[in-house]
């Protein structure tokens, strides 16, 4: 039995049915011919024999009643791999926009909180006779690098694999009862009540510093105007939203974008937000709903010491400038290079000051109220959004993957979107190449695929710009 940090049990208070809080990925494998026959039961075998490398494919959470304070973590007794891996095949033709399509009709739906929370489907039936492999894992069980952690126990470095030791006796606890969980609430909550207190007043010189920094996001306000406090300008994207999703990817070469970072002084995740706001930038062009204002991104940074591959959250998220208002690509990326590296250097000062846990008592309530009354809130249109759409760029493994021996040809993630926030790019690198999965509430955005294309026009327009 192990508690949930308060980042992790956040994930699942702030979850509605409009708004689930798991993210997942998209991949296709290339199965040898004379390994199609039989290469679900294969995978099932492989996934089984690995179930106890990874945490997050055996324990479950159990609540408190009437949520009085936050779930645990506990081992559930028997994994029903009919529930957790499922097999699915694409009507004729096979084309990529029907598996995108699938993929996001997937997403929509919630993980069932009595089980482990995750799935994984393989999707077979692709004009090209890939077998594409769309998993799904909740927020609360990780974060992007804790994901890249779980691939690596899930997968190989060759497509003999590697022998996997047996898993240990499983020594099951009884189930806790109710004065056991309460008192785990109020021994936690008056550890992170004590430490929350302790942190304040660097926490306040972090405020104060924050803010300074936050007002360099937003364009030079006109002659005599006061400079706000910033908060991205109204865009077609930032709606209420319901279940509805819509998904498309785009791959891009890594070396190419590594290029472009050497000749500008620029670090890839700067090119990443570039290619971004020059795509948001003329998708909304074409849609004449270009604000006069710069798009701002919200960006997940993690807080992740070096060798940390615990299996939770360690983020936050920083505001970085998209630049969407200059017309010039040169000088889009030289204002989002300043923007972001200002962002993340704050961050970084942060690190120790960012809480990564929360007090457990009454946490449920609150979080959950938050949910309700903010979607409430979108659906009046009562606050700006702070951030126009999500942009994450994860690192991940250069050399292939293999699964159950097939070879892993691609890395596109599948995030989390909100109301106020209906579109999420999140980049994935992996075997030289940066592999985007665009994420949108059909609310807004219905035509998904034509922002996914505009990132190869941004990627066009931006390998011509000379240092």
Same mark, same amino acid.
């Given at each position: 039995?192990k508690p $949930? ?5 956040a ?5 509605? !049915?409009?708004?689930?809080?798991h ?24 996934v089984?024999a ?5 945490p ?6 159990d609540?408190? !009643? ?7 973590w ?19 033709p ?15 739906? !919630?993980? #069932? ?8 489907h ?58 056991? $969980?309460?008192?785990i ?8 009540y ?34 706000g ?9 930032? @709606?209420?939203? #319901? ?6 990817t785009?791959?891009?070469? $890594?070396?190419?974008?590594?290029a ?31 604000? #006069?204002?710069?798009? @701002? ?7 992740r ?12 998220m920083v ?11 040169r ?44 979607g409430?809130?979108?659906?009046v ?8 759409l ?23 993630p @599948?995030?989390? @979107?909100?109301h ?9 690198s ?8 665009? $994420?949108?509430?059909?609310?807004a ?23």
């Amino acid at each position: 039995m192990k508690p $949930l940090s308060g980042l992790d049990a956040a994930f699942l208070h702030l979850e509605t !049915p409009e708004t689930p809080m798991h993210v997942g990925s998209l991949h296709l494998y290339r199965v040898p011919p004379r390994s199609r026959e039989g290469w679900f039961g294969r995978v099932r075998e492989h996934v089984a024999a690995r179930l106890h490398l990874v945490p997050v494919f055996t324990r479950r959470i159990d609540s408190l !009643p009437l949520a009085l304070a936050s779930p645990v973590w506990v081992e559930d007794r028997e994994v029903d791999l009919d529930r957790h891996i499922r097999r699915t095949r694409l009507p004729k033709p096979g084309s990529m926009a029907q598996l995108e399509n699938l993929v996001a009709r997937l997403h929509a739906e !919630p993980l #069932d909180r009595e089980r482990p929370l995750w799935e994984f489907h393989v999707i077979e039936g692709l004009a090209g006779g890939e077998v594409a492999w769309y998993t799904k894992i909740h927020h609360a069980t990780l974060d992007g690098a804790a994901g890249v952690k779980l691939a690596e126990a899930l997968l190989d470095d060759s497509p003999r694999g590697r022998r996997i030791p047996p898993p240990p006796p499983r020594r099951l606890e009884p189930s806790p009862g109710m004065g056991e $969980l309460l008192g785990i609430a109020l021994a936690k909550s008056a550890a992170q009540y004590g430490k929350a207190l302790r942190a304040m007043p660097d926490a306040a010189r972090l405020v104060a510093g924050g803010l300074a920094s936050l007002s360099s996001l937003t364009a030079a306000p006109k002659p005599g105007a006061r400079r706000g406090l910033p908060v991205g300008p109204a865009t077609p994207f930032n @709606v209420p939203i #319901d279940a509805r999703r819509a998904y498309a990817t785009a791959s891009i070469p $890594l070396a190419e974008v590594k290029a472009v970072a050497r000749r500008h002084d620029a670090k890839v995740n700067d090119v990443v937000l570039a290619l971004v706001s020059g795509a948001a930038r003329s998708y909304l062009l074409a849609r004449k709903a270009l604000p #006069d204002r710069p798009l @701002v991104a919200a960006m997940p940074v993690s807080l992740r010491a070096d060798g940390d591959s615990v299996f939770s959250t360690r983020a936050t998220m920083v505001l970085a400038s998209l630049a969407t208002h200059l017309a010039d690509p040169r000088e889009r990326l030289a204002a989002i290079r300043d923007s972001a590296g200002r962002a993340k250097s704050l961050t970084v000062k942060a690190r120790h000051v960012i809480p990564m846990d929360l007090p457990a008592l009454g946490l449920p309530w609150v979080l959950s109220g938050i949910a309700r009354a903010y979607g409430y809130a979108q659906a009046v249109r009562a606050f700006p959004p702070l951030a126009n759409l999500v942009v994450s760029n994860v690192p991940g493994p250069q050399a292939p993957l293999y699964l159950a021996g097939a070879r892993m040809l691609s890395w596109w993630p @599948v995030s989390i @979107v909100e109301h106020g926030l209906g579109v999420n790019i999140t980049v994935q690198s992996y075997a030289g190449s940066l592999d985007f999965g665009v $994420l949108a509430a059909r609310a807004a955005v219905n035509d998904v695929r034509k922002l996914a294309a505009a990132l190869y026009d941004a990627h066009g327009e931006i390998k011509k710009i000379r240092g």
